[in-house]
């Protein structure tokens, strides 16, 4: 399975992004799908994930309120909508995807995308 990832950019604090992750070569719909995180020095961490179904969605404290994970499994595309976006949510976020259910340990996670980076200004 390929990940693909996109949607990144520079954008001020308070604004918005919404990131894109489109899968191929496998059965996108069998997939728990997450988004990941990692800032310089930091190790990367979790920020959302949606079951396969849609019907179960986790996000990390720190997003919970701003961010929201979808999916569209026609399109074998999981979406992150990043709003009220803060200086501290600046990383190259990741797209991330496993059989079973979601996870927040992305040792779990079979499939990653390359990357897309976010960087938020004050």
């Known amino acids: 399975v390929q990940l693909q990832a996109s949607g990144g950019g520079l954008v001020q604090s308070g604004g918005s992004l919404r990131l894109s992750c489109t899968a191929s070569g496998g059965t996108f719909i069998t997939y728990a799908m997450g988004w990941f995180r990692q800032a310089p020095g930091k190790e990367r961490e979790f920020v959302a994930g949606?079951?396969?179904?849609?019907?179960?969605?986790d996000y990390a404290h720190s997003v919970k309120g701003r961010f929201t994970i979808s999916r569209d499994n026609a399109k074998s595309t999981v979406y992150l909508q990043m709003n009220s976006l803060k200086v501290e949510d600046t990383a190259v976020y990741y797209c991330s995807g496993k059989r079973g259910r979601t996870e927040v340990r992305p040792q779990k996670y079979e499939y990653w995308g390359q990357g897309t980076q976010v960087t938020v200004s004050s």
């Open positions: 949606i079951s396969w179904s849609g019907s179960s969605i």
